[in-house]
């Protein structure tokens, strides 16, 4: 798939070097640099950075955050497509719903509001249950573990926290939490902790994001 990108957008580190710009539509980004920040930035880039996508409403850049329409803890991807700029009330409030059932949550009166809420953790329980993802199905494709191209120092410990709540969620569920990100050479972007449980599991075949227009530069 294509991630939303505008026409021009540079990213620089804290010594002033670039560490990522767009190139004939392709977002490129220096192995050092981080692909989440820089979905974050290229959200405000596109959306704005003052108004909230919820409530309309403007505020100061310290009162606001970047939201997944389609929640992390529900499979949604960090990139540009599944980003909107929220304030921080918003994004609490939302919780782990689509930015859909969150309109909805938030047409319902009082006393309705907490039926919908009863049956959407249900709902919740039901899609994870059954491995089901709100994602559009061509998103998501099938990759060996062994194309998943990694730069990372095994000597670093990577059972931490993380890495534990991915372990009680596939105990729990029999499937990872969410697919795996990477770029078009396969490089991964997001997604590392999954992938260490995976290789750690003997998971051969892995649910993955491919970005087209997103390429690592070495």
């Not at 798939?1 to 539509?25: C, Q």
């Not at 309109?103 to 319902?108: A, C, I, M, Q, V």
Request: hydrophobic fraction near 35%; charged fraction near 35%; include cysteine.
């Amino acid at each position: 798939m294509n991630i939303d990108l505008p026409e021009k957008f540079t990213m620089y580190d804290e010594r002033k070097n670039v560490i990522a710009w767009i190139e004939d539509g392709t977002l490129k980004l220096k192995v050092q640099a981080s692909f989440g920040k820089a979905m974050h930035e290229i959200t405000y880039e596109m959306k704005g950075r003052n108004k909230c996508f919820y409530c309309k409403e403007e505020f100061e850049k310290d009162k606001m955050t970047v939201d997944h329409m389609i929640p992390q803890e529900r499979g949604g991807p960090t990139i540009t497509n599944n980003l909107v700029p929220s304030c921080n009330k918003c994004n609490s409030k939302k919780s782990n719903m689509t930015t859909e059932q969150f309109f909805k949550y938030l047409s319902l009166e009082k006393e309705e509001r907490k039926i919908y809420y009863q049956n959407f953790k249900k709902y919740v329980k039901y899609m994870k249950e059954n491995e089901l993802l709100e994602l559009p199905s061509d998103w998501i494709s099938k990759k060996k573990i062994q194309e998943i191209i990694v730069r990372f120092d095994f000597s670093q410990e990577y059972k931490r926290a993380q890495y534990r709540k991915v372990e009680k969620f596939y105990k729990e569920y029999k499937h990872l939490p969410k697919p795996i990100i990477v770029d078009r050479q396969g490089f991964l972007l997001d997604g590392f902790i999954s992938l260490m449980f995976a290789k750690d599991n003997n998971l051969r075949n892995l649910p993955v994001i491919v970005l087209e227009n997103v390429e690592v530069v070495i």
